[in-house]
């Protein structure tokens, strides 16, 4: 049974969203594709994104943080036989889905931004996360059916307990050692309760600036 981890997160100051702020985008860190090259349909409005604009600036992020829980799981028990590094991608890959989820969920996004959102980015990290994981055979209702795995049995309503139910469920997945599982879940539950939050931070600043197409039905 794994041990119960309690995780606290200060969430980063917000600072207020105001026209011609100046502060940083992730379009113009990432490299995103300008709205000026966009096709026509692709933009509702001046200053508004499409999602896969959005989502083609978002990968790095949500591979990075793949690629992160990959590394440090590996450890001095890893095995690597080809199947056992195939296995502990695909599954660090479910669990950064779970975290972008979770994200978009708490944001103030609309659920159908957030589905738009979602969609984009999804067919875009497969393409990457196959290669990723050395092989063409993870089709996406597995990362999904996976993500959901991680979630289950989680507080919907406290984003931190669930960024700890990810990392309990990952160390489980991959069968860390007991020995080893406190400590590991400790530090990457505050890694990704950090993801979350930050990333709960960009999408409410999407949203306040009408970074994606503005749609009919608004989350209240």
């Not at 199947?83 to 989820?101: D, F, M, P, T, Y």
Request: glycine share 6%; net charge neutral.
């Amino acid at each position: 049974m794994t041990a119960t981890t309690e995780i606290s997160i200060e969430s980063p100051a917000v600072p207020e969203t105001r026209p011609g702020a100046a502060k940083a985008d992730l379009l113009e860190l990432a490299g995103a594709t300008p709205t000026s090259n966009l096709l026509p349909h692709e933009v509702s409005a001046p200053g508004h994104f499409a999602a896969d604009s959005l989502a083609f600036a978002y990968v790095i992020v949500a591979n990075t943080l793949a690629e992160t829980l990959y590394e440090a799981l590996a450890g001095p028990y890893g095995n690597l036989e080809a199947a056992h590094l195939k296995h502990r991608r695909g599954e660090v890959c479910a669990a950064a889905w779970a975290s972008i989820q979770v994200a978009l969920g708490a944001s103030s996004l609309s659920v159908q931004q957030q589905r738009k959102f979602s969609h984009a980015l999804r067919q875009r990290l497969l393409v990457q996360w196959d290669e990723y994981r050395g092989s063409q055979d993870i089709p996406g209702g597995w990362l999904d059916s996976r993500a959901s795995s991680y979630l289950q049995n989680g507080d919907t309503e406290n984003a931190v307990k669930l960024a700890v139910r990810i990392v309990e469920n990952l160390v489980d997945a991959l069968h860390v050692p007991m020995h080893d599982r406190i400590g590991k879940t400790r530090i990457l539950a505050g890694l990704v309760g950090h993801r979350i939050v930050s990333d709960v931070c960009l999408f409410n600043e999407w949203a306040s600036r009408g970074k994606l197409s503005r749609d009919s039905n608004p989350k209240k």
